[in-house]
């Protein structure tokens, strides 16, 4: 039997399994690092598949791997799992029109219920598969708590977890089909906090310092910073304590978050230690104290060319998920909840894919049909956010796939992505990516040369060794993101 053939009949064979745990993380709907159940679930269901499961890895209660070993061991591949929620995106699996299961509550408004459940299915196929036919090899399943949150990967990068691994395998679910051969930004993230003295704002102002006016100006200098930045930078602020309320008062304690983005970590830092430097001014300025704290950061998503096109060959060969009429009608239920100036957005994005002269016709029937193919000149293209899905890239050769879940155009971290990822969509797309991330590494296990150059291309990124942006004191947020 042909290599396909035997993982689309273990796929068969597991789907009400996959797709119980995808519905039933979907309910679970738990936020960064608070994945309890989520995490036992997947963890249970490994060992029963008779995978060895080590919990509570680089610091995190709920990051986890499951490895199973066949015979010598090697290769070692892997795959991804995500399963963490986002806030008050609760809405009912399936329904179009805004209701939320419970008001204000979290919700998978991202998907990664089917994304746990797909990359699992992959990792019990690829196991099977070893078994069934004699071939050695190691399966790891790497369970990654709060994508959405501070990451979990960079953690486990940084504790050695992809170390010892040859390649993996990874996706996410998405409104089309095809390889993620485009970048991502890599991204840090920090609170300033300026320290002031507080006094009477009309009778001795001259005694106070005010910790806002350098909040204040940190925002300006920044911005005027915006000015002698490389284009493709983004730097956000929000104030997380602007000192209270009353303006009669000189207020001695402010805090601000930064993020900063660029296409490479290295810039990242590099327009980091600007900000900083920023900050350092606004308080000689203020004479108030400035202190900051590294928070969060990710590596940017710089997608694997030797695995790309092993991969590109196997998403044409298992196809796109076959959508039927319920599916499609299901589709432009959801497509027709937005707005008008949403959908002009979603028409520019399908002619861009699709071909203007088809804009009509796909949007009629709002399901990816077709595998996107991989064009390996997507890699110069930055999408604008961010994944730890970015630090594996630079620890291991790895691969991101997209896989259809929703409707095309669908917007990520929204109540519809929620409703999809609960769906008969999600549930398609979930199976056809756990088919085409196992049969992706049954193809390059027997292809040294593909890992050899897998290899070569994460050592000309990181330069021989994962370097992990963050400070070696910053350990995991658990508890407190
Ligand atoms: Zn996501």
Redesign the pocket.
Known sequence: MRDLEQIEKIIEKKQALLLDVSHKIWGFAELPYAETRSCALLCETLRKEGFTVEEGVAEMPTSFTGTFINGAGKPVMGFLG?FDALDILSQEAGNPVRCPVKEGFPGHG???NA?GAGSLGAAIALKEYLMANGKPGTVVYYGCAA??GAGAKQFMARAGLFDSVDFIYTW?PANHSGVDGKGSNAIMGANFEFTGVTSHAGGSPHLGRSALDAAELMSVGVNYLREHTIDKARIHYAYADAGGVSPNVVQDRTLVKYEVRSPKIAQVKELFGRVVDVARGAALMSGTVMKYEITFAFSDYIPNDALAKVAGECMKEVGAPKWDDEDYALAKAFLDTYNEETLRGIREQAAELYGSDRVDEVLAKPLDDAVQPYDPSDAKIVSGGSTDVGDVTYAAPTLNLRVATACIGNV?HTWQTTAQAGSRLADKGLLTAAKVLALSAIRTMDRPDVIARAKELVLRQNGGKYVCPLPDTLHPPVGRY
Request: charged share 35%; aromatic share 0%.
């Open positions: 995500e991202c998907g990664h994304l994508e959405e996410h990520g």
